[in-house]
């Protein structure tokens, strides 16, 4: 029932005004150039020469070449730009790299939660070996592995003393007593 319900909706949104949404926007301007007519290939050679090994031909125009040149000097902006910001949010220290800016205690947090996370996964392989073993008649509500993971989270907060600090508690202790 379900398959022929899917079946009859995908029917309806091809045959319907709104499938624009499955079409992929043609960015690519037309080739008005002829191609040769006694070519079999699927992509025929054009220009009477052959495709670039990529297979994509480029046409510039003289105003798209400028717009590109434009395009180069605003990113050169840009990233003067975006050194500034990453220096005055992450400090004099803090570079950019491809995966985003990072400062010496991103480098000394990411350092810590690797290292931890060698015992931390060695301890849930073992949870995993212990209930091959015993069929999960042992920690039958699976708290081995919580205990593991919180104990990974506490530990590598303390190292890089980023515990939240919590405000308000004794609120919370009079809200308990009542």
Same mark, same amino acid.
């Not at 046409?59 to 717009?67: D, F, K, L």
């Not at 015992?119 to 073992?126: D, E, G, I, V």
């Given at each position: 029932?379900?398959?022929?319900?899917? +079946?009859?909706?995908?029917?309806?949104?091809?045959?319907?005004?709104? +499938?624009?949404?499955?079409?992929?926007?043609?960015?690519?301007?037309?080739? +008005?150039? +002829?191609?040769?007519?006694?070519?079999?290939?699927?992509?025929?050679?054009?220009?009477?020469?052959?495709?670039?090994?990529?297979?994509?031909?480029?046409?510039?125009?003289?105003?798209?070449?400028?717009?590109?040149?434009?395009?180069?000097?605003?990113?050169?902006?840009?990233?003067?730009?975006?050194?500034?910001?990453?220096?005055?949010?992450?400090?004099?220290?803090?570079?950019?790299?491809?995966?985003?800016?990072?400062?010496?205690?991103?480098?000394?947090?990411?350092?810590?939660?690797?290292?931890?996370?060698?015992?931390?996964?060695?301890?849930?392989?073992?949870?995993?070996?212990?209930?091959?073993?015993?069929?999960?008649?042992?920690?039958?509500?699976?708290?081995?592995?919580?205990?593991?993971?919180?104990?990974?989270?506490?530990?590598?907060?303390?190292?890089?003393?980023?515990?939240?600090?919590?405000?308000?508690?004794?609120?919370?202790?009079?809200?308990?007593?009542?």
């Amino acid at each position: 029932m379900k398959t022929s319900i899917l +079946t009859i909706g995908c029917i309806c949104a091809s045959l319907s005004s709104w +499938t624009f949404g499955f079409n992929l926007p043609n960015v690519r301007k037309q080739n +008005t150039a +002829t191609t040769p007519k006694s070519s079999s290939n699927l992509f025929p050679i054009r220009f009477g020469g052959s495709l670039p090994r990529n297979g994509l031909v480029t046409v510039i125009s003289s105003s798209s070449a400028a717009e590109i040149i434009t395009h180069n000097e605003v990113n050169a902006t840009e990233k003067t730009s975006t050194a500034s910001l990453v220096r005055s949010q992450g400090g004099r220290l803090s570079f950019s790299t491809k995966y985003g800016a990072l400062n010496p205690f991103a480098i000394y947090y990411g350092i810590v939660a690797i290292i931890l996370g060698i015992p931390w996964f060695a301890a849930l392989s073992a949870c995993q070996f212990l209930y091959l073993i015993t069929g999960g008649r042992v920690d039958k509500m699976r708290r081995l592995p919580i205990f593991f993971s919180h104990l990974w989270g506490v530990v590598l907060g303390k190292l890089t003393r980023t515990i939240p600090k919590f405000e308000g508690k004794q609120i919370l202790e009079r809200f308990y007593k009542e």
